[in-house]
C-alpha cells in the first residue's frame, strides 16, 4: 500500500498545475475564435484536439507517478518495516536472555546466603554448646564463684588461756584431721561446694599441718576456720551438729572449750579454686 505524505501531495499538485496553465489560458480566446472562424471545422478540430491532449496528458503523468509511488512502497515500504521487526525481535530476544541471566545470578546469590546463614547458624550453636558445656565444667572443677543457700561455719581453738599441767596441749587446738571430719560431713550431707579461708576446696585438695597452721591448696591458713558451704542448709546444719563424721570433734569441742557458730544462710558465697590443675600421668581416656 503505497503510502502519501503532504509535500509529496503538495508537489505533484504543482507540477499538474503548471502542465494545464497553457491549456487553461487558451480558455478565454476560444469564443473570440469561434466568431472569427465561426462554422469553421478546422476551428473545433483544434479545440477539441487541445483538450483530448491535455486530458491524456494528465492522464500519462497520474499513471508514471502512481507506478512510481508503487515502486518506492514496494521497493522500500515493506523492507524498512521488516528490518525494525528484526530490531525489535533481536533486541528483546537479547533483553529476555540478559534477563535470564539475572534472574540466575540472584537465585545462585540467594543459595549462597541461605548456605551461609545456615552454617553460620550452626556455627553459633556449636560455639553455644561449647561455651554451655564449658561453663559447666568449670563450675564443676570450681574454677568460678558460686552463691546461694547453704551454711557458714566458724571453727576456732579452745579459748583456754592456761593449760593445766596433766593436759595435753593438743587437744585445745584444731589439727588438719578436724577440718577433714568437717569436710566431709558437709560433702555427705549434699554440699555443692566448699570453701575453706576463701580457698576452694576442689579434687587435688589436700590439708596437712605445719606446725600451728594448716596446708590448704599450698596455702597457709591460721585459726579461726570460716568454711562456706552452699546446699540444703537444714541438711548441713544437721550435719554439722549430729553426724557421725562430727561426733568425735563436737565431744572435744564441748570438753575444751573449742569455739563452733554454725549459721544458715540464703546467700552464702563460695570463692573460686585459684590454683592450677597438674596432670602428669593422666590421659584421657577414649
Given amino acids: 500500500m503505497a503510502i502519501f505524505r503532504p509535500g509529496t501531495m503538495q508537489h505533484i499538485g504543482q507540477r499538474l498545475g503548471r502542465v494545464f496553465a497553457p491549456i487553461s489560458s487558451l480558455r478565454p480566446a476560444l469564443p473570440a475564435t469561434r466568431r472569427r472562424v465561426a462554422g469553421s471545422l478546422g476551428t473545433v478540430w483544434l479545440s477539441g484536439a487541445l483538450l483530448l491532449g491535455g486530458a491524456v496528458l494528465g492522464m500519462l503523468i497520474s499513471t508514471r507517478w502512481q507506478s512510481q509511488a508503487d515502486l518506492t512502497s514496494s521497493a522500500s515500504g515493506p523492507i524498512t518495516r521488516q528490518s525494525g521487526r528484526e530490531i525489535v525481535a533481536g533486541t528483546i530476544h537479547r533483553l529476555e536472555a540478559e534477563q535470564a ?7 545462585d546469590l540467594r543459595s549462597q546466603v541461605d548456605t551461609a546463614q545456615s552454617s553460620d547458624a550452626q556455627r553459633k550453636t556449636t560455639l553455644q554448646d561449647i561455651s554451655s558445656e564449658i561453663d559447666h565444667q568449670q563450675v ?24 593445766p599441767e596433766n593436759e595435753d596441749p593438743a587437744k585445745y587446738i584444731l589439727h588438719e584431721y ?12 549434699g554440699a555443692e ?10 579434687g587435688n585438695t589436700s590439708l596437712y599441718c605445719v606446725g600451728t597452721t594448716i596446708i590448704v591448696n599450698s596455702t597457709r591458713l591460721s585459726p579461726p576456720y570460716e568454711v562456706h ?15 557421725f563424721q562430727m561426733e568425735k570433734f563436737n565431744q572435744r569441742a564441748q570438753i575444751y572449750d573449742l569455739p563452733v557458730k554454725i549459721e544458715p544462710g540464703q546467700d552464702v558465697v563460695v570463692a573460686p579454686y585459684n590454683g592450677s590443675f597438674v596432670y602428669k600421668y593422666s590421659k584421657v581416656q577414649k
Fill in 101 to 107: 541471566d539475572l534472574k540466575k545470578q540472584i537465585s
Fill in 140 to 163: 564443676a572443677a570450681g574454677m568460678v564463684a558460686l552463691h546461694g543457700s547453704g551454711v557458714v561455719a566458724i571453727f576456732d581453738d579452745s579459748t583456754v588461756r592456761n593449760v
Fill in 178 to 189: 578436724d577440718l577433714r571430719d568437717v569436710l566431709n560431713a558437709l560433702w555427705v550431707s
Fill in 193 to 202: 561446694a566448699i570453701s575453706l579461708n576463701g580457698e576452694r576446696i576442689v
Fill in 229 to 243: 558451704a552452699i546446699g540444703d542448709p537444714e541438711a548441713l546444719s544437721a550435719a554439722l551438729h549430729g553426724s
